[in-house]
């Protein structure tokens, strides 16, 4: 409650005060990172595809024959062409294009999330205040919101921004901040999940579970900004933002368009967005506009200059289509206009003025300052490992059918646990060791093991009967050790029936009692099998 007081004081004013109050504290403490990328251009090898067939059997036996032999031949796709800019910061750039433009790429690309391989070629040169190689510290300062929203389902709203902004601390990041602005920052610190909450409309939902499709939850939409909530914690110097419109009506994707805008003024932020089809009011908002289509850049440059360029080239917006509508098309075959394919239209951009203007900008200004380096991880390990479990132990509690079967073994642990059990059977059932031979404190297991009765009647019927003086019980043993004589009373001689009832205690005369007792636990498993089949059922209702 306290927490949540601290959010209501600062957000009183609203979204932009709180950014300028920040400004006013901390401003000169935040550096700015800006982004420049020259003919940067990403590939890949992709199986090339000779002929549609369904996949059978023989297909798939005959292909893996192949590939024994003959190497898998591939072509070299191109995700994303060449393309040069820069993205300022205290600017919000808007990137738009269609599904399978490059959008997310040239996202994953700019957040440090692509990894090269032998398949995956990055070409050309991207930059962070003239520094090539981030490392592990881009992580740090730049944060990636992805399409898809992964989320523990069972965990509400504010835990899930809580653990978010544990593992993502900002004391660091401002090691140079001035003395007086040290309590605004304990505040912020102290309600930062509360803060978020309250800027991206969760304050009602707080104490919700996510959910997910098999769990009730908050909506997709109200799902979609905690997966933007998680990113918007330590003072991160640029955020991209992909496609975060999904599940958002256009008051609240205006909304949270307007509090980046507001945190990219105040705090000289980088901020880049991919949205798909925006209003005209959340299009105004943009400064810079980028296009992409099938990996070509169109167009990167200001947003006022965005229509005057394709006016130019002789397409027109229609009354009405909304701008950002109509820019999307741009490059498809049904678009009213020019009959221009994506890469004439890349090839003209290229030759414009207004990207050579953007040329003219980045070899006119300096790079700025380096990032100063910092940990890779916020957290120390021990609190970072305390904080994993802490999380895990919460989920696992309220997942009751999970934690159930993890419980529960599984088939093979099931039959070697069963195996384990069943020795214990085997060990006290009066043969290894003999029936005389067990402690006493043991002595109840052997009276109640089941295989100990039908074992009984087995070996005194072959062993132990002497009933008519020529079986094979009635035999006298010979070689008799000392032990076995003494321990049978001094004897001086015994018979198989005698030794047989005294050491593994298996009487021939028992025979009657060790049926009964054989048949009982017959009845008694029978009967457990049955209520379990009558009252057990693992199929829902």
């Known amino acids: 409650m306290q927490q949540a007081g601290q959010a209501d004081d600062l957000l009183a004013q609203g979204t932009a005060a709180y950014h300028s109050k920040i400004k006013d504290e901390v401003g000169g403490v935040l550096p700015p990172l800006e982004i420049r990328f020259t003919d940067l251009a990403l590939s890949a090898d992709v199986p090339l595809m000779t002929r549609q067939e369904l996949p059978t059997l023989m297909s798939d036996v005959t292909s ?18 060449p393309m040069t800019g820069t993205l300022t910061p205290g600017t919000m750039t808007l990137v738009l294009g269609q599904p399978r433009s490059g959008k997310s790429s040239f996202f994953k690309l700019l957040s440090g999330q692509v990894k090269t ?41 504010h835990e899930t921004l809580s653990f978010a902004s544990r593992c993502v601390t900002s004391r660091e990041q401002l090691a140079a901040v001035p003395e007086h602005a040290t309590p605004l920052l304990a505040s912020i610190e102290a309600a930062a999940p509360d803060l978020v909450a309250r800027q991206l409309g969760l304050a009602h939902c707080k104490d919700t579970v996510v959910g997910n499709s098999m769990l009730r939850g908050v909506s997709g939409g109200e799902r979609k900004r905690v997966t933007m909530g998680e990113m918007e914690f330590g003072f991160k110097r640029a955020s991209f933002l992909d496609e975060i419109s ?9 909304d949270i368009v307007s509090a980046q805008k507001s945190l990219a003024t105040s705090l000289q932020k980088t901020v880049v967005i991919a949205l798909l089809q925006p209003a005209q009011d959340v299009f105004d908002l943009f400064d810079n506009v980028l296009l992409l289509h099938d990996g070509y850049t169109l167009y990167h440059g200001p947003r006022d200059a965005c229509m005057p360029y394709f006016e130019a080239l002789g397409y027109s917006c229609p009354p009405h289509r909304d701008v950002p509508d109509f820019l999307v098309d741009i490059g498809s075959p049904d678009l009213d206009g020019p009959s221009l394919s994506a890469r004439e239209l890349a090839s003209a951009f290229l030759s414009s003025s207004v990207h050579a203007a953007m040329l003219a900008r980045m070899q006119q200004t300096p790079s700025l300052p380096p990032l100063a380096p910092i940990a890779p991880f916020a957290e120390p390990f021990l609190s970072s490992t ?57 002595r109840w297991l052997y009276s109640v093991v089941p295989p100990k009765f039908s074992m009984a009647i087995l070996a005194a019927e072959t062993f132990a009967k002497c009933t008519e003086g020529h079986e094979l019980g009635c035999k006298t043993l010979a070689h008799v050790p000392p032990s076995v ?22 009487k021939y005369d028992d025979a009657s009692t060790n049926t009964l007792a054989t048949l009982g636990w017959i009845a008694i498993i029978l009967v457990l099998n049955a209520i379990a089949l009558r009252f057990v059922n693992h199929q829902k209702k």
């Not at 994993?388 to 989920?395: E, K, N, S």
Request: proline content about 5%; overall charge neutral; hydrophobic content about 45%.
């Open 485 to 506: 004589l003494q321990a049978m009373g001094n004897a001086s001689s015994i018979t198989l029936q005698e030794y047989v009832e005294g050491v593994y205690e298996m």
């Open 246 to 254: 999904t599940g958002l009506d256009a008051a609240a994707t205006f």
């Open 117 to 157: 391989t032998k398949s995956l070629r990055m070409d050309g040169q991207l930059t962070y205040n003239g520094v090539s190689d981030m490392g592990p510290h881009l992580a740090r300062w730049t944060s990636y919101v992805a399409q898809r929203d992964v989320h523990y389902p069972t965990l509400t709203v």
């Open 64 to 81: 893996m024959v192949r590939g024994l032999y003959q190497p898998s031949r591939t072509v070299r796709k191109d995700i994303l062409h």
């Open 386 to 442: 305390m904080a994993i479990a802490l999380r895990q132990l919460r989920v696992y509690l309220r997942n009751a059918e999970l934690l159930l079967a993890y419980c529960l073994p599984d088939v093979d642990l099931a039959g070697l646990v069963g195996f384990l059990f069943n020795s214990i059977f085997m060990l006290f059932m009066g043969f290894a060791p003999p029936a005389s031979q067990i402690p006493s404190g043991f």
